[in-house]
């Protein structure tokens, strides 16, 4: 995982999060309203679209990594247990306060880029996924062409490894002080990472979030946590449904149904605590 980044030009924020102890019986309660009608169509850049799949399946040999930032964090716990029980392999490469491949030819984004790239040729390595997912960060900073060439950078390199690449889009965030001269690059992040998607060859697909979440963070469907840029347990669990069925065919699985992951342990993940999601 990438360290947290303080340099002259700014503070990085650390988004790490305190435990808190949470009940997994009254987390499981609210997921079934969390996930009605988080199943939505939606197109993908570079591929055909992938409907829902069926009943999950044991060891299918599918390795998938996730890539991102700390928003990328709060989703990887359900995610992880969704993708477990559909017998895939999971591993959370998520950073806290970074995560990016993109460098904005500033001094945080070319620190943590570089980190970035490390960690992921490291992963490859050992890990040796099937398919690598990376979520947009809210620090892929740089103009539009930076920003579509790192990704096109990020496709390349999962095609060398023999993966496939899944770039998501972020979910929409509170524009706060820390983002608010950033927000036009990261509106065009998703842009930039459709463009690449179409431009990889059939070695990358764009899937983007917005069907799910919408595109206004403070709407009750966004399911942002009181901060406004995470999400709870239930966010992450509608997440982790939606992708499970869209990764699926990409990667050679069935997603598991909900009701096999949902009331698992992971609900009581320590990244919840200091988000003040309901116990």
């Known amino acids: 995982m990438n360290s947290n980044y303080s340099g002259s030009t700014g503070h990085l924020r650390s988004r790490r999060l305190a435990p808190r102890a949470l009940c997994a019986a009254a ?6 309203a969390a996930l009605v009608g988080c199943g939505s ?3 993908q850049s570079g591929a055909d679209a992938a409907g829902p799949t069926k009943a999950g399946a044991t060891g299918s040999g599918a390795k998938v990594l996730w890539v991102g930032d700390s928003i990328a964090g709060a989703e990887a716990p359900a995610l992880g247990a969704a993708l477990k029980a559909s017998g895939v392999t999971f591993k959370d490469a998520s950073s806290d306060g970074g995560g990016t491949v993109v460098d904005g030819g500033d001094e945080i984004t070319g620190k943590i880029s570089e980190d970035t790239w490390k960690e992921l040729a490291t992963n490859i390595g050992s890990f040796k996924p099937t398919v690598i997912v990376y979520q947009v ?3 892929d900073w740089g103009s539009q062409d930076k920003q579509r060439a790192a990704y096109e950078k990020l ?3 999962a095609k060398d490894a023999g993966a496939k690449l899944v770039l998501v889009s972020a979910p929409p965030v509170k524009i706060d002080d820390f983002y608010k001269k950033h927000e036009p690059q990261m509106r065009t992040a998703p842009k930039a990472a459709e463009e690449a998607a179409k431009n990889s060859g059939g070695a990358a697909v764009f899937l983007d979030s917005a069907h799910l979440w919408g595109t206004d963070p403070g709407a009750a469907r966004a399911q942002r946590s009181s901060d406004g840029i995470h999400n709870c347990q239930q966010g992450a669990a509608a997440f982790a449904k939606w992708l499970g069925e869209r990764l699926g065919p990409q990667a050679g699985f069935e ?6 992951w949902a009331k698992g342990s992971w609900t009581g993940d320590a990244r919840y605590g200091n988000l003040k999601c309901g116990s």
């Open 41 to 43: 169509q939606d197109s």
């Open 27 to 32: 987390v499981a309660a609210v997921l079934g």
């Open 137 to 139: 960060t809210t620090y």
């Open 155 to 157: 496709a390349r390199t």
């Open 255 to 260: 997603a598991a149904p909900v009701d096999k």
